[in-house]
Structures are given as structure tokens and as C-alpha cells.
């Protein structure tokens, strides 16, 4: 779930800002791998970075894409903003 986003960023960096229902499409998918990995420490362990990694890669794309993709992590993982 996590490489069809990772992958999703890449084609949008390499080709442009796509459509609306392809970054709602990216959300959900995004949300979905977070869901599976916050109830288990390990999976967390091993992918926590690669989530934030995602946020920080779609900064040149689409600051609208980046806050929907910070607020599902946040939400997710209960992040406290100040």
C-alpha cells in the first residue's frame, strides 16, 4: 500500500499535478497503510519513515496533497500539534 503511494508521488513528480480523484485515491491508500500499521509496533517500527518520507516528497507537488497527507498521519498516529 505504501510503494502504490510512493509510486503515485514519483509519477506526479516526474509528469505533473494529476486530477482530483487521483490524489483522493492516493489519501485513502495512504490512510489505509497507516490503519494497518499503527496497532503494531513492529510493522511500525519498520515503516514509520517511510510514511513521513511520503509528506516530505510531496512538498514540490502540492501543498494542499502534503496538509491532507499530514492530517491522516497526525490523525492516525494521534500527533499532538502545537
Known amino acids: ?9 514519483m509519477f506526479t513528480s516526474e509528469f505533473g499535478e494529476i486530477d482530483d480523484s487521483f490524489y483522493s485515491t492516493m ?3 495512504y490512510e489505509g ?9 513492529e510493522l511500525k517500527d519498520i515503516f514509520i519513515d517511510r510514511c513521513s ?8 507537488i502540492d501543498g494542499e496533497f502534503q496538509d491532507s497527507l499530514k492530517k491522516i498521519f497526525d490523525k492516525v ?4 500539534n502545537s
Open 1 to 9: 500500500m505504501l510503494f502504490y503511494v510512493e509510486m503515485g508521488v
Open 77 to 80: 498516529f494521534n500527533v499532538k
Open 27 to 29: 489519501e485513502s491508500m
Open 33 to 41: 497503510a497507516l490503519e494497518c500499521i499503527k496497532g503494531n509496533d
Open 53 to 60: 518520507k511520503i509528506i516530505k516528497d510531496v512538498s514540490d
